[in-house]
């Protein structure tokens, strides 16, 4: 592909603003205007380019991207899915949603089998909190700081209280405990008269990638065992690769009764999740498989992404890629803040490729943000946590790239302590 492709004739960056603004969102297109934001038009392998042909080194795209923009191999793949079956009628057998639904189970831990695809993270939450119901769990318990999306189910499930309250009073009545506290799950756990579901992420992403305590997802499975209950794992952003391992249960040896995929599953190509869970977990939608379905979810477009997707991370070996580079990247930060006399203020956290960088203050986070885009380097804040950046980098950084991202991290954080 070409690496800059121009916005449409007579279309120009006032223009998209405007759009923005008017038929979008103002609040968004405000604060866009306030942080000068470029218009992305492109992507290709690790880097973005702006309206004006100016090219980025891709470090945000809150996951998505692990096998980099546009991958030629799954752009090729979704191409001729297309051009020929991009859509399936629903009434007859899917055999592009059989295929992905064994490749993708095959790279997760046993007894995990079922798939269901869907076409977003929330979803994927969605149905899993529906699956746990049918499975007799009358109580759901999630952490503190945890995200799991915003629609309404998801939310009530979200441990963020700015973007639960205006919905207080229609979310139900979920519980939240600490993360990375085992004896306060314990003890919820025993309070519940009924079974519960436990839902959490195996590294809190949108809290600024809080890592739980060695062998606390260990004593979160045997709790789950204990009282009977049902454990869900949002590996929606940690899995997939992402941590050095193909899920990030897998560091400790766990393995949940229902696991939540998204983010990077189609190579960044379309939008696509999906819910894996085992036989046991599956046998009420066995029962009856119309009580949860979805007229785009499974699409062949989307399932060719997921084949390729997952050809290619197995092809370029890119899990092992990974965790190689994340150990690069944290001990080449960890340089940069040691040598900066700020340094000491910054704290940074990471697994893999999920690294966060927590600053004292949102402002301080914000305006390092804006000096790293000025380093043409695109990065992420943490919804759950301003006070965090968050990066994570496509696994195919070149040496070139890792000094492009250490070099103008080092410039950005000059200009922030300024």
Known sequence: MNSF????????????RAQYRDHVNAGYARLASMMNLPIEVAGEGVYLFDMDGNR??????YGVFLLGHS????VEKVSHQLHSHPMASKLM??????QAAAALAAVCPAPLQYVYFCNSGTEATEAALKLAWLNGCQQVISTQGGYHGKTLGSLAVTGRTLYRSPFADRLGDSHFVPFGDADALRQQLQAQPERACVILEPVQAEAGVIVPPAGYLQQVRQLCDQYGAVLIADEIQSGMGRTGRWWACEHEGVVPDILLVGKSLSGGCVP?????????????????????????????????????????MQHEQLVPRAEALGQRLRQGLQNVLRQHP???????????????VEFADAGLAANMVMHLIDQ??????????????????PALYSDSDVEWLLGGFARALARTFE
């Open 376 to 393: 043409r380097i695109v990065v992420n804040h943490s919804l759950n946590d301003h006070r965090v950046i968050r990066l994570t980098p």
């Open 5 to 16: 492709t121009p916005l449409p004739e007579g279309l120009d960056a006032e223009h998209v």
């Open 342 to 356: 700020c340094g000491n203020q910054v704290q940074l956290r990471s697994t893999g490729l999920l690294l966060g």
């Open 93 to 98: 057998l899917n055999p592009f949603q059989a």
């Open 71 to 74: 991958h030629p191999q799954v």
């Open 56 to 61: 980025y080194l891709d470090a945000g795209g």
């Open 272 to 312: 696509v999740s999906a819910m894996v869970c085992t036989a046991d977990m599956q046998a009420p939608l066995n029962r009856n498989p119309l009580m949860h379905t979805s007229t785009f979810g499974a699409n062949p477009l989307a399932m060719a992404a997921v084949m390729a997707t997952l050809q290619v």
